[in-house]
């Protein structure tokens, strides 16, 4: 099995940065395809927010796009997001996914952390 831990949530106010890291691991050999951030605010349905290919294209929410910046380090199974000019409505709990294969597809989630912006 494949786990995925994030880190580097907190709480800042209107205007600042955070960058939230997120690295896989596992006891088998896998390969990932897909690294992906995700966040879910208190009432809504989890929604995408920025996502990147194992060849590097970025795909973002349209909410995100110009402040948020999505990498990854292939080398260490790590994917990271730099937030800046953060918004009260980007407060959500964030979580990482990873999409690969190990002989068979899987889809592995963080734990989740929390991002909390103060206006």
């Known amino acids: 099995q494949v786990e995925v831990v994030e880190s580097g949530g907190g709480l800042v106010q209107a205007g600042g940065s955070l960058r939230l890291s997120c690295a896989a691991s596992g006891s088998i050999m896998f390969s990932i395809q897909f690294m992906g951030w995700y966040r879910q605010a208190p009432g809504k349905q989890r929604e995408m927010v920025a996502s990147i290919t194992s060849g590097g294209n970025p795909n973002y929410a349209d909410s995100v796009k110009g402040r948020f910046t999505i990498s990854r380090n292939n080398d260490k199974n790590g994917v990271y997001l730099q937030m800046n000019n953060l918004k009260p409505e980007d407060t959500a709990v964030y979580y990482c996914?990873?999409?690969?294969?190990?002989?068979?597809?899987?889809?592995?989630w963080g734990q989740g952390t929390q991002v909390s912006v103060s206006s």
């Open positions: 996914n990873v999409q690969g294969r190990y002989g068979v597809s899987f889809s592995s």
